[in-house]
T-cell receptor, first 117, second 110 residues
Framework: DGGITQSPKYLFRKEGQNVTLSCEQN?????MYWYRQDPGQGLRLIYY???????QKGDIAEGYSVSREKKESFPLTVTSAQKNPTAFYLC????????????????FGSGTQLSVL | AQSVTQPDIHITVSEGASLELRCNYS??????LFWYVQSPGQGLQLLLK??????LVQGIKGFEAEFKRSQSSFNLRKPSVHWSDAAEYFC????????FGSGTRLQVQP
């Protein structure tokens, strides 16, 4: 089945540790996104990538890093510089043919809950 | 900053009653506007979207939304709410990357 897969579902981070959240899609989408969800704050954009080997910061990029070496993969690293990493992280993708140029429908993964030990 | 705002954090309605969830946007030009719904612990599902043209947009599950440029609003409506509509609803907007409002949690009373 085509879709977008996030792993792991739950992740725990120790103090000072970097952790990486995986996001893979087999929808042949060009664009991929990472959002952070906190209670009462909705979804906030961390990073997005419109095309392979290119990405842009979103509204809350500090303490995070990404790479886009392959079209189907957009991993997010939560670094030790992110002092409040506990949140629900959602990955999404969109591509041409799903709604038109720009503003395409987003397809979401089922999320990763990150907690600090 | 370009953004969308959802002024209602939490709404409770009775089953069978009508529903309106508010969304206001702040963009220099008319953005693409969306409504998504999220069930607990899950990703988001698209309900409807507005790009241009007819300002009344029909979506899935009996939802509709009306784009009002004069009010910078894109409110979501449903004439008769079902218990299964209880969820969190997010309004989103943008052009290159979608940004979301803070969400409105809907509870449905029997």
């Amino acid at each position: 089945d085509g879709g977008i897969t996030q792993s792991p579902k739950y992740l725990f981070r120790k103090e000072g540790q970097n952790v990486t959240l995986s996001c893979e899609q087999n929808l042949n989408h060009d664009a991929m996104y990472w959002y952070r969800q906190d209670p009462g704050q909705g979804l906030r954009l961390i990073y997005y990538s419109q095309i392979v080997n290119d990405f842009q910061k979103g509204d809350i990029a500090e303490g995070y890093s990404v790479s886009r070496e392959k079209k189907e993969s957009f991993p997010l690293t939560v670094t030790s510089a992110q002092k409040n990493p506990t949140a629900f992280y959602l990955c999404a993708s969109s591509g041409a043919g799903t709604g038109g140029a720009g503003g395409e429908k987003l397809f979401f993964g089922s999320g990763t809950q990150l907690s600090v030990l | 900053a370009q953004s969308v705002t959802q002024p209602d954090i939490h709404i409770t309605v009775s089953e069978g009653a009508s529903l309106e969830l508010r969304c206001n946007y702040s963009y220099g030009a008319t953005p693409y506007l969306f409504w998504y719904v999220q069930s607990p612990g899950q990703g988001l599902q698209l309900l409807l979207k507005y790009f241009s043209g007819d300002t009344l947009v029909q979506g899935i599950k009996g939802f509709e939304a009306e784009f009002k440029r004069s009010q910078s609003s894109f409110n979501l409506r449903k004439p008769s709410v079902h218990w299964s509509d209880a969820a969190e609803y997010f309004c989103g907007g943008g052009r290159r990357a979608l940004t979301f409002g803070s969400g409105t949690r809907l509870q449905v009373q029997p």
